[in-house]
T-cell receptor, first 114, second 110 residues
Framework: DTEVTQTPKHLVMGMTNKKSLKCEQH?????MYWYKQKAKKPPELMFV???????INESVPSRFSPECPNSSLLNLHLHALQPEDSALYLC?????????????FGQGTRLTVV | KNEVEQSPQNLTAQEGEFITINCSYS?????LHWLQQHPGGGIVSLFM???GKKKHGRLIATINIQEKHSSLHITASHPRDSAVYIC????????????FGQGTRLTINP
């Protein structure tokens, strides 16, 4: 199993809603990542988890709250988002952070904030 | 100047043509990745390399560490190869993140 599975594939939410994005991998990877991608731009790193601990937060607003309940699962909790937060949210995993290690990406969740 | 520069930004070609996409980087790296993204879709890892050359089907990736340059080649291109191709590097300075190029949008016409 070399998949990173993201759910849901599409999400439309209002600015007062609370929702969560989910990412799962069963490759035994100990590094997991959240990226945000706007149209026609490369992905921008948001968070890195290494061994279930948050190791990088790229100055992401607190309305985005990551959670890593176990080594296979990564969540992104969303609250009070703005329309400009509409984007493709990509999850990725790798055996470890850094070094010669391949990254596996999910299909993404396309988020629209209305 | 970005740490990872790709060229061209856009490329349109006819089916069957040989395609080359270039990537130059300015940092020391432990790995370079070539990634493919179809419109509205997730990202697929095509190659990870730190030296030499790798081949998978019609795709070939090369890297020259001394010149800090990598190329992705597609032989006998096909309309299904139309996608955005992204070069990303893993710094060897202990950084935990990939640095992405801006991507090359490839369109192959039948």
């Amino acid at each position: 199993d070399t998949e990173v599975t993201q759910t849901p594939k599409h999400l439309v939410m209002g600015m007062t809603n609370k929702k969560s994005l989910k990412c799962e991998q069963h490759m035994g990877h100990r590094a997991m990542y959240w990226y945000k991608q706007k149209a026609k731009k490369p992905p921008e790193l948001m968070f890195v988890y290494s061994y279930e601990k948050l190791s990088i937060n790229e100055s992401v607003p607190s309305r985005f709250s990551p959670e890593c309940p176990n080594s296979s699962l990564l969540n992104l909790h969303l609250h009070a988002l703005q329309p400009e937060d509409s984007a493709l949210y990509l999850c990725a995993s790798s055996q470890r952070t850094g070094g010669y290690t391949e990254a596996f990406f999910g299909q993404g969740t396309r988020l629209t904030v209305v | 100047k970005n740490e990872v520069e790709q060229s061209p930004q856009n490329l349109t070609a006819q089916e069957g043509e040989f395609i080359t996409i270039n990537c130059s980087y300015s940092v020391g790296i432990s790995a370079l990745h070539w990634l493919q993204q179809h419109p509205g879709g997730g990202i697929v890892s095509l190659f990870m390399l730190s030296s030499g050359k790798k081949k998978h089907g019609r795709l070939i990736a090369t890297i020259n560490i001394q010149e800090k340059h990598s190329s992705l080649h597609i032989t006998a291109s096909h309309p299904r190869d139309s996608a955005v191709y992204i070069c990303a590097v893993q710094s060897n300075q202990g950084a935990q993140k990939l640095v992405f190029g801006q991507g090359t949008r490839l369109t192959i016409n039948p």
